[in-house]
């Protein structure tokens, strides 16, 4: 090999390494149940953030059921993702109040009216559903649907290829609590993809978040932390239909389903 080309070898060799090197590492905690849907939705969202974060210079890792000490010292957590319920996440919301905290599991409507400002919802509330059932029932007989934040039968918006790998992953549908919880590492990773200043994660998320989610619309969060998305009408285990309605208007009605305000 002559000098010139082991020259090159050994520049493209040190350059490389600082690359890899230069890796910032995205610590997000998991709590709850390991063997869920939830975490395997989770653990979906890791695979792809990270193959995203290769090019980034990201590396995610999950660390599951992190104690609040864990949270407080390892100084590169940047998010929680818990299924919890309301009484735990409050205590949580409370202890780790600098880092965002993603709900995937509990629907309470109370929770979201508190405003807890580093708590975000993922999972649709109870109210959601109930109104989403009420706006598809107007002028319709057959009462027979459910509503719910997602369905393994969805086909449109990419949503078949979202479903299709997590079928393959984990041999089983993906259901509402396992789009949580990968709609939650995609979040994070899609902000920092987005902004290199991963310390300003929450604020970001809160105010400059335009998530697709394979939902067909940009989605959002509201005041109270709950994110804005359709509800999906089911029937005999299939998608008949959508509220707010796909179209031109659909974004300016999300607010219509659930609550939109804070009772601090």
Same mark, same amino acid.
């Given at each position: 090999?002559?000098?010139?080309? =082991?020259?090159? *070898?050994? &520049? ?35 695979? +792809?953030?990270?193959?995203?974060? %290769?090019? &980034? ?7 599951? =059921?992190?104690?609040? &000490?864990?949270? #407080?010292?390892? /100084?590169?957590?940047?998010? *929680?993702?818990? %299924? %919890? ?8 919301? $409370? ?22 400002? =580093? ?6 509330? +109870? ?11 107007? /002028? ?13 039968? &969805?086909? %449109?918006?990419?949503?078949?290829? !979202? ?12 259901? +509402? ?13 899609? $902000? !920092? ?22 939902? /067909? ?6 005041? =109270?932390?709950?994110? #804005?998305?359709?509800? !999906? ?13 796909? /179209? ?17």
């Amino acid at each position: 090999m002559s000098k010139t080309l =082991n020259s090159i *070898v050994l &520049l493209l060799g040190c350059c490389i390494t600082s690359t890899v090197l230069a890796q910032e590492e995205i610590l997000i905690g998991y709590i709850g149940d390991t063997n869920s849907e939830a975490r395997r939705g989770v653990e979906l969202g890791l695979q +792809e953030a990270n193959i995203q974060g %290769k090019f &980034l210079g990201l590396s995610f890792r999950i660390l599951d =059921n992190p104690t609040p &000490l864990q949270i #407080r010292v390892l /100084g590169n957590f940047k998010a *929680v993702v818990s %299924k %919890k319920d309301a009484t735990e996440l409050r205590i949580f919301a $409370t202890e780790s109040s600098e880092i965002p905290i993603f709900n995937v599991s509990e629907r309470s409507e109370a929770l979201r009216q508190e405003c807890h400002d =580093n708590l975000l919802h993922i999972i649709t509330s +109870e109210a959601m559903l109930d109104d989403a059932i009420r706006q598809w029932s107007r /002028g319709r007989v057959d009462s027979s649907s459910e509503a719910i934040g997602w369905h393994h039968s &969805l086909r %449109k918006y990419a949503a078949s290829q !979202l479903n299709s790998r997590y079928q393959q992953r984990f041999s089983e549908p993906m259901s +509402e609590h396992a789009w949580a919880g990968w709609a939650s590492i995609k979040i994070i990773s899609d $902000t !920092l993809a987005r902004s290199a200043n991963s310390d300003r994660l929450l604020s970001t998320i809160k105010n400059n978040l335009k998530f697709d989610g394979q939902k /067909g619309v940009s989605m959002s969060f509201r005041e =109270n932390g709950q994110l #804005r998305q359709p509800v !999906l009408i089911t029937q005999n285990d299939e998608v008949i239909g959508e509220i707010p309605p796909p /179209g031109p208007n659909t974004i300016n009605q999300l607010d219509s389903l659930g609550t939109t305000d804070c009772y601090k």
